[in-house]
């Protein structure tokens, strides 16, 4: 394992020679790698005014995440992305770990859970000043979309991670960061892990905590590998004793996609449930439009919660139950909510 060379040294030294073209790029030369670590280590006497601005920005943009969850606001919550800090910690864990320092691998690791537990105690704080979710509450939409995550979710990060490092080492790029950080979304679900453990609710908040991890390692390996090729690792050690960092992420990436996998496979089955619901309904009665379906499988027999809308509803709601037995092959308990349309004529 090499030793890490200060900032300084790498930025102005022969260790860090320049290069010729690399798989995404030409290499960085010495001052643009020097430029490049910079942003990314905070060292010596930055340490410390660094962290105090990192804990600060993680308090402000996890208590923003959390309100928005709780009133169930995109919106707000797009916010919180761009105030959170993380990516740099992990941009930074991303770029030691390919090059094997395991010293400011540990420093970014260690940056990057004491902002997860700052983000999620502050959701948790949230949930007990502003106690709108409990153990049998219903759940806003922007908490629940965090707390299932699938495959569709790594295959985001693993994107985000790669563009994240590929801006870090073009900055010319830079403007592309925001999207960045806001397509990944890291802060989000630790403030729903805070949020669902301080309403009760902790198989939904390892779910979310699922998804922080899921972002964490899938960033990790695709930043790593985009450092390599796009020219900021030195072609000299750029295919040669990183194999160790890069298996261990890797491996922990394929970990989190198994149940990533299943989550997949449920929410693929049960959207096609969804759909055999809505051809029933509509079947039974025509006239009736379908705005909602939810099934909730943790009851016994299955809920099935089915809102539609119009002018009239004459069918027997018996019948429509029955044909949902008979096409989803379930026992099930029928909710049907009808809201009534009114419909006015006005002739001037």
Known sequence: MES????????????????????????????????VLDDLYFEDDRRVPYLYRYAALMVFSAGIASLGLMNDSAAVVIGAMLVAPLMTPIMAFASAVIQTWSKRAFESFAI??????????????TSLIIPRIGPDT???????????PNLADLGIALLAGAAGAYVTV???????????????????????????????RSELALGALLLFITNFAAITLAAGLMFAFAGFVPPRERFKQRALGVTVTAVLVLAVAIPLGFNSFYKIERSEAEVVVVRAVRDWDPALEVQKVVLDDKTDPLTVLVVVSGTSMEANVNDLANEIVRVTDEAIELQLLFEPVTIVTATP
């Open 4 to 35: 890490e060379p200060s900032i300084s040294t790498a930025a102005t030294a022969g260790l860090i020679p320049s290069g010729d073209i690399g798989f995404l790029g030409r290499d960085l030369d010495r001052e643009e790698r020097g430029t």
């Open 112 to 125: 990057v859970a004491t902002g997860a537990f700052l983000g999620i105690a502050v959701g948790w704080l």
């Open 170 to 200: 073009r900055t010319e790029a830079g403007s592309a960061l925001p999207g960045v950080g806001i397509a990944v979304a890291l802060v989000p679900p630790l403030a729903t892990v805070g949020i669902t453990l301080g309403a009760g």
């Open 138 to 148: 219903p759940l806003p939409e922007q908490v629940l979309a965090r707390t299932s």
